[in-house]
């Protein structure tokens, strides 16, 4: 490993890889990073670049891209959520009047889940990206 590496990390030493940051593309960076933020309850770090952060708190952070010369090709992103601002993330959906669904296809609007013994919600963002909460993480085969 170079040894500069990890230089300015020794407060959180990487012992597996892990995701730091992933680039949203979007038509209006500012748009899509205030949407995302308001929805989770969440600040807009200062410019970096081109890119406008969102920090998620777990060391990992959206970093939104504005795309303009094509069109934006829709993702998942899927945020983990406290139990107990669910409701509160649910009421800012509805006071932006932004649709959910308690599935991936958007099929069952105003309804939320109840996978994994947790609850749920699916949402398009401004670029139609397609966002979800959830208060359980899905419970994978080992």
């Not at 909460?133 to 994978?140: D, Q, S, V």
Request: hydrophobic share 35%; glycine share 6%.
């Amino acid at each position: 490993m170079p040894q500069d590496q990890n230089q300015g990390h020794e407060d959180h030493p990487v012992t597996v890889a892990q995701l730091n940051h992933t680039v949203v593309h979007a038509t209006d960076r500012r748009l899509s990073a205030e949407f995302i933020a308001t929805i989770l309850g969440l600040d807009i770090g200062a410019p970096f670049g081109p890119f406008l952060p969102v920090d998620l708190g777990n060391h990992v952070t959206l970093d939104f891209y504005e795309k303009r010369d094509e069109p934006i090709q829709s993702q998942h992103y899927a945020f983990l959520v406290p139990d107990e601002q669910f409701d509160a993330m649910i009421a800012r959906l509805e006071a932006a009047a932004v649709t959910y669904y308690a599935d991936p296809n958007h099929t069952e609007p105003g309804r939320i889940n109840h996978l994994f013994g947790g609850r749920g919600a699916y949402f398009a963002d401004p670029d139609r990206h397609n966002m979800e909460i959830m208060t359980r993480p899905y419970a994978r085969p080992r």
